[in-house]
């Protein structure tokens, strides 16, 4: 994050109304731009970024088509580095967006600190603290109100507040409420700019999003992220664990990149990445163990169609391998129930929703193929029964059919006609 950090240069203007709107942003967040030599001021000896590589580190493409390279740079007295670009033309300079970074410390529970923090004077406008306020509201129901900002030095800026409910405030809401005020008032100071500046681009970097927050709530999040993007021309990156916040990413098709540590420590991009490949990389698991214990479970109407689904599996898995590899992951239930009992159970949309998962395979008679139900039939427009017996039939009375009573393994099994 401090890589993209790095790419942009602070917002510079002659415009009174936008210096306040920045001078805003910089007092009431925890970080404005952080370059990405701030990651090295504990260091005691040198870190190179990129051992054994020389000139040219990596490119940034912006979002205009504009590119640059950046290259190391390392301080004469320190152990300290920094990235610089590398301008192709003179006059050349970093591209310039407010970038709100927000780190792990906004975590640190205040209770745990000293009571040793400054009063921050600058807030943002009352109108955008009111939607702070009503935002809260709609997403945890604890109705705050007179926002501050305080500053515990070196470690968090977090916003004070109070409420009307009998020992709840600013001070003794969960790690993952406090966090949520946090994002929103990054969200809104973001918002901010963009009205001062007609929709200029900024850009928000969170660290572990999801931190403390109900599945629930990161969901809400996660919308509410999206709409600040696409309304507010914010450019929203952040890192998160969380499968469920991942899944629900991937199905709302958003720019997912994930990351992986090798075995030689170098990191690489995950090709396409879906939500099993990442279940299974975060588990430490193979695909084999991710589906070992879960069964698709088949219902039919009596033995005879299940004895007809083993047969057609059967030609299915020498025809196809990749189907063979997945059969035995299908489970055909032991039970004999009627057409019509089937199609009600499979119809009904609350079982089916929360606990059934499952597929329907009726008789061929029933004709019935249903999908959005998970309910087909068996091929052929009768019962597997009368299936067999025409098929017998045919057996018996055509003499195309003489050679099948001629098979070897027919005559082994003791049928002749």
């Known amino acids: 994050m401090h890589i993209i950090s790095n790419s942009f240069q602070g917002v510079t203007s002659d415009s009174e109304e936008l210096r306040e709107c920045l001078s805003i942003i910089t007092r009431i967040n925890q970080s404005i731009n952080p370059k990405i030599n701030n990651l090295t001021k504990g260091d005691n000896r040198y870190n190179d970024p990129a051992p054994g590589q020389q000139g040219e580190l990596y490119r940034v493409q912006y979002n205009n088509g504009y590119a640059l390279g950046f290259r190391r740079h390392n ?40 009571d040793v923090y400054a009063n921050i004077r600058k807030i943002l406008p ?50 993952g409420e406090d966090n949520l005020f946090v994002i929103l008032n990054a969200l809104y100071s973001a918002k901010y700019y963009s009205s001062v500046t007609e929709k200029k681009p900024s850009v928000l970097l969170i660290d572990e999003m999801d931190a403390g927050l109900h599945p629930s709530l990161q969901f809400k999040l996660l919308n509410l992220l999206r709409e600040f993007s696409r309304n507010f021309n914010i450019q929203i990156i952040f890192t998160t664990h969380s499968l469920y916040l991942i899944d629900k990413a991937l199905k709302a098709k958003d720019n997912i990149t994930y990351l992986m540590k090798s075995a030689n420590h170098s990191v690489s991009i995950m090709p396409n990445p879906d939500i099993f490949k990442i279940e299974m990389h975060l588990n430490s698991e193979t695909r084999q163990n991710l589906y070992k214990d879960k069964k698709l479970p088949i ?14 599996f059967d030609i299915l898995s020498e025809k196809d391998q990749q189907f063979a590899s997945i059969r035995h992951y299908f489970h055909l239930v032991q039970m004999n129930s009627g057409c019509e009992n089937l199609k009600t159970l499979f119809k009904d949309e609350v079982l089916t929703a929360n606990t059934l998962k499952a597929i329907c395979i009726l008789d061929g008679d029933s004709r019935t193929h249903e999908l959005k ?31 099948f009573w001629c098979n070897e393994y027919i005559q082994q099994e003791g049928y002749s006609f």
Do not use: C, W
């Open 75 to 114: 301080a004469r007295s320190t152990s300290r580095y920094s990235l610089k670009p590398k301008y192709a033309t003179p006059g050349e300079s970093l591209p310039e967006a407010p970038v709100i970074y927000l780190g792990l410390t906004r975590l640190i529970p205040i209770g745990e600190l000293i």
């Open 126 to 175: 009352e109108d955008y603290q009111n939607e702070i306020i009503q935002k809260y509201k709609e997403l945890t129901g604890i109705p705050i109100k007179n926002i501050s900002t305080h500053e515990i030095t070196g470690l968090k800026r977090r916003g004070e507040f109070e409420t009307d409910l009998e020992g709840i405030d600013s001070n003794t809401i969960s790690a």
């Open 299 to 312: 219902f039919s109407e009596d033995n005879e169609a299940r004895v007809m689904i083993n047969l057609i």
């Open 373 to 403: 139900h998970n309910i087909i039939s068996l091929p052929g427009q009768v019962s597997p029964e009368k299936l067999i017996f025409q098929h017998l039939s045919e057996l018996l009375s055509k003499e195309i059919y003489n050679e």
